[in-house]
Structures are given as C-alpha cells and as structure tokens.
C-alpha cells in the first residue's frame, strides 16, 4: 500500500527534474544568440523565406532546420526559434 503513495511523489519529482535540466539548457542557448546578432538575422531571413512559403517559423520544418543547422536537439531549436522571432523578428508566423 506504501508504493502507492509514493508514485505521485516519485512523479513529481521526475518531473522538476526534467524542466529543471530544459531550463539550465537553454541560457547558454539564449544567451549564445544574443551575443551573435547576425545568427539572430539569418535565423528571421529564413523564417520570413518559410512564411513566405505558407509555412511557420514554429513549424516541424522550421525547427528541423534551425536543429540541423545549429547542432541542436528539437527541442533546443524550438526554444532558439521562439526567442529569435520573439527579440529580432516578431512580424514572422
């Protein structure tokens, strides 16, 4: 009966774990680009060449790419993607 008590706890304990450790990844990752401006441009000129395609900087395509490019996990280019569009080019879909 004890085991059932604690899986809500072990859970929840996985989890901070998880977003901790996303979020101490991604400073060195934000702070990378805004010490790089001009990643920074060449990120929002291939955001706007997609957009111009019909597809979204937020897209599977779009993050892809920044993730191959970069040498990034999904997940790091997603994050690198919102915040590039976020601070340097907030008029791309």
Same mark, same amino acid.
């Given at each position: 009966?004890?085991?059932?008590?604690?899986?809500?706890?072990?859970?929840?304990?996985?989890?901070?774990?998880?977003?901790?450790?996303?979020?101490?990844?991604?400073?060195?990752?934000? +702070?990378?680009?805004?010490? %790089?401006?001009?990643?920074?441009?060449?990120?929002?000129? +291939?955001?706007?060449?997609? %957009?111009?395609?019909?597809?979204?900087?937020?897209?599977?395509?779009?993050?892809?790419? *920044?993730?191959?490019?970069?040498?990034?996990? *999904?997940?790091?280019? +997603?994050?690198? %993607?919102?915040?590039?569009?976020?601070?340097?080019?907030? +008029?791309?879909?």
């Amino acid at each position: 009966m004890a085991s059932h008590r604690l899986l809500p706890s072990l859970a929840g304990l996985v989890l901070s774990l998880s977003f901790s450790g996303a979020y101490a990844g991604a400073s060195p990752l934000l +702070e990378s680009v805004k010490q %790089n401006k001009q990643l920074a441009q060449q990120l929002c000129g +291939e955001f706007r060449k997609l %957009n111009a395609s019909g597809q979204k900087a937020h897209g599977p395509v779009a993050v892809r790419s *920044t993730a191959a490019s970069q040498g990034l996990s *999904t997940i790091d280019a +997603e994050i690198l %993607n919102t915040y590039v569009v976020g601070m340097y080019c907030p +008029e791309v879909r």
